[in-house]
């Protein structure tokens, strides 16, 4: 055992991820990089209609095809599993729920819907097979619509909801928002669409599945943000079997961005096959099936009344929101335009009346869930565009209406009235007075006034966002709360071998964040370590204590604080035993640094490794103490935590083609305590560049008929490098007092505030034309048809 000095503090540094070598080297560890003994193969046949009835199903051809061990039916697996479940009901109203099942019976609601898989020696025999598949399908009528779903004559797809209504739910003060509408000076109404997204991560999903018939168990392989769920879901729910009969394993995983939380038809399909053919089955998703039959994002339609006076103090905001959910209900779906949109619409503004209605719908579409920022980014988007409407009605500076309007702060706690938990700390204007100091906000009104002389469209567009992250506590979300069916907290072990090494084995999981190096940093910190002593371990639900996942940029403030408890009574463990080992009283030994030693007296010391030892060998210890440093800790915290800050965008368009090119992008940022810059600048940046392209790129697109149209990359526009600005990224830090090291969360911040930023930057660049409001995204035809009065 080698003893050495604690190192240098590490919480705060921008260390190199360590997790970097093997992923951008070729050498992850990915689903489809797996390979088993007997491995067959999964290819899924999915429906062309969005609505259909399935009179039969004929697969004798592909049966015969050579290669071929099963075909498998949706009847076939409703012998033997239930329904997928919905975890999160929208709390307090009734919910008309329908989930899919592993593959479709007797009706078909979306294009791509899957109604029968094949399983085969190769993937490619999997996908010949599935064109001798004869489907007799009864085509029905369709809505791809949300608020044409809801009028009376509109095709009606399930039969416990009426009108394809999910569920009706509101928040906030009615009769006050009424009053405060109907009495005042200035009142702004507008119609916005927050258009639907596809979910684009490098890796698609994909699943192994293997049934061992001697011990009745399951594994299986996930490209998956929240292993844990998806093996309670499974078991409990859909098969009906013991929690510890399956183990879910998630190895490296290309990204998510929420899509991968999700129970999908596709694990349970797998599952079944490869109990019933005795060999491990392997699906890997196409990027076509990635768009057709991945969750997606946004889809919501909204109308905004906002009222004010004419010195542009905000008095009221009235919000109805048609939000699309698809042709059945996804795993969280529900409470992402209810607990994650409707609670956070006040933004970082005080206003004393909201109400928001929510209608949740059926359509013959793709299920829509959690898309990174779920929810929040369509709050902000709302109460962003309509600031800057009220701004533009009444005459007022965009900036100034914002810091006329801002909470304050010494009001936090805050409690916006909408049924959220309090904004647990903010101060909104110094983080708006930097962006605006940083972009030169004065000079550039002063440069886009002349460039108006000339012709040139320039402009410049303000977000002040706030968004709600470590979601918890759980009897707050639960099901008497929120309506989320399960608890949110995390929990974390922590491990002192006898030779100083320390594992960490967490609940929480990354794809892509850099859990491996952050909570790294973290424990060698708070045990003083080395940084390469710590190895932190997880994804895998044999070996890891329990977590409820990856999102919601909850990881560092619920998960990491889980480590953080454990390291602590680590520390209080290692204290004791010095104190025994020096003896000495305990309350006079002091832990600090690596070492635990005598107030007064830092020569009389052990090392924790010295201790380790110690507790590992057992030779002497205090009466009644265990041997072993080794600490687990669920932690639930009392509190969500709210990230706040001011990005600001310009942008120029080309009046001849409409095109729409960013120029500069600041982003001023409060996410807490920071644990390593180099992280979260990196969170940032990727955060940013898909709000950007939801303003300006992307979009899904369903035809009438129920057709995906944007079902390709070649049809679906993500954006390349050279299609986004530099970022100029700084930062202001406002501790939240929710969890010990102050951190709030990062991940989905860039998001959360980009789209509403770019989007108040286009319109102001237009505004002069007398143009209010366009939906995104601003396609270059859209602009110019909006210039031309087309």
Not at 588 to 617: N, W
Request: glycine share 10%; hydrophobic share 40%.
């Amino acid at each position: 055992m080698a003893t050495t000095d604690a190192p240098a503090k590490m919480f705060g540094q921008a260390l190199k991820r360590r997790e970097d070598p093997r992923l951008i080297t070729g050498k992850g560890n990915y689903v489809d990089d797996i390979k088993l003994p007997g491995l067959l193969h999964a290819a899924i046949l999915r429906a062309p209609y969005a609505h259909a009835n399935i009179n039969s199903i004929n697969a004798d051809a592909a049966r015969a095809l050579p290669g071929v061990v099963a075909v498998i039916t949706g009847d076939e697996i409703a012998k033997e599993q239930n329904p997928l479940p919905c975890a999160w009901a929208a709390g307090g109203v009734d919910n008309n729920v329908n989930t899919p099942r592993a593959l479709a019976v007797d009706t078909v609601r979306f294009t791509g819907e899957g109604v029968a898989m094949v399983v085969a020696e190769s993937p490619y025999i999997a996908y010949d097979a599935l064109d001798l598949i004869e489907v007799d399908y009864e085509p029905l009528d369709v809505v791809v619509d949300a608020e044409a779903a809801t009028k009376e004559g509109a095709p009606q797809l399930h039969e416990n909801a009426p009108n394809n209504i999910v569920m009706r739910w509101t928040c906030g003060k009615e009769q006050e928002t009424t009053q405060a509408i109907d009495s005042a000076e200035v009142v702004v109404r507008q119609r916005i669409v927050n258009q639907r997204l596809l979910p684009t991560p490098m890796e698609t999903r994909g699943y192994i599945s293997r049934y061992d018939a001697a011990t009745g168990e399951y594994t299986i392989w996930m490209s998956s943000q929240a292993p844990h769920v998806h093996r309670l879901l499974l078991t409990a729910f859909v098969l009906g079997i013991p929690e510890n009969k399956m183990r879910c394993i998630a190895p490296d995983v290309g990204g998510g961005f929420g899509a991968k939380i999700f129970v999908y038809p596709e694990m349970a399909a797998t599952l079944y096959a490869a109990k019933q053919v005795g060999q491990p089955v392997k699906w890997i998703e196409t990027r076509r099936e990635n768009y057709a039959a991945t969750s997606h994002g946004r889809d919501h339609i909204t109308d905004i009344e906002i009222a004010g006076t004419r010195d542009g103090t905000i008095t009221g905001m009235r919000v109805h929101t048609y939000a699309n959910l698809g042709a059945y209900l996804s795993t969280i779906a529900p409470g992402i335009p209810t607990t994650l949109y409707g609670r956070m619409l006040s933004g970082v503004y005080n206003i004393p009346a909201i109400f928001c209605e929510v209608h949740g719908v059926y359509t013959n579409t793709g299920m829509v869930d959690a898309y990174r920022g779920a929810g929040r980014p369509e709050a902000t988007y709302v109460i962003e565009r309509a600031m800057d409407m009220f701004a533009d009605e009444i005459g007022i500076d965009p900036a100034e209406i914002r810091r006329k309007n801002f909470i304050q702060p010494q009001d936090f706690p805050f409690d916006t009235g909408l049924g959220m938990l309090p904004y647990d700390s903010g101060n909104y204007e110094p983080a708006l007075d930097k962006a605006l100091e940083a972009i030169g906000y004065q000079d550039f009104l002063k440069q886009q006034a002349e460039a108006r002389q000339n012709g040139r469209l320039l402009g410049i567009g303000i977000c002040s966002y706030v968004e709600v992250c470590g979601v918890a506590p759980s009897k707050w979300i639960g099901l008497t709360g929120e309506g989320w069916g399960a608890g949110l907290w995390e929990s974390a072990n922590v491990k002192v071998h006898l030779t100083g090494k320390v594992v960490v084995t967490t609940g929480s999981l990354p794809h892509g964040q850099g859990h491996e190096t952050t909570f790294a940093q973290l424990v060698a910190d708070e045990l003083g370590v080395p940084y390469e002593d710590v190895l932190v371990e997880h994804s895998d639900t044999q070996g890891t204590p329990f977590g409820y996942g990856t999102y919601g940029s909850r990881s560092a403030a619920v998960g990491g604080t889980a480590i953080y408890k454990s390291v602590s009574k680590i520390k209080e463990k290692a204290r004791r035993l010095a104190a025994h080992m020096l003896e000495a009283a305990e309350e006079d030994i002091v832990f600090e640094d690596g070492k635990a030693y005598v107030r007064g007296a830092p020569d009389a010391a052990k090392t924790i490794q010295e201790i380790a030892l110690q507790a590992s060998v057992a030779y002497d210890l205090p009466q009644g103490m265990e041997p072993f440093l080794d600490e687990t800790t669920y932690y639930d915290p009392p509190n969500c935590t709210f990230p706040f800050g001011t990005h600001i965008c310009t942008v120029e368009i080309d009046p001849d083609t409409g095109k729409v090119t960013p120029l500069r992008y600041v982003a001023v940022d409060d996410v807490g305590r920071v644990i390593n810059p180099l992280i979260v600048n990196g969170q940032i940046h990727g955060g940013i560049a898909q709000g950007l392209a939801q303003a300006l790129y992307e979009g899904a697109v369903y035809a009438e008929n129920g057709q995906l149209l944007t079902g390709s990359l070649m049809d679906y526009a993500i954006p390349r490098a050279d299609m986004v600005p530099h970022y100029e990224l700084s930062r202001t830090e406002t501790p939240s007092p929710v969890n010990p090291m102050g951190v709030k969360g990062a991940g989905e911040a860039g998001t959360i505030a980009s789209a509403a930023t770019v989007s108040n930057a286009v319109i102001d660049a237009l505004s002069h034309l007398g143009i209010r409001h366009l939906d995104m995204p601003y396609s270059a035809e859209k602009v110019w048809r909006a210039i031309h009065g087309q």
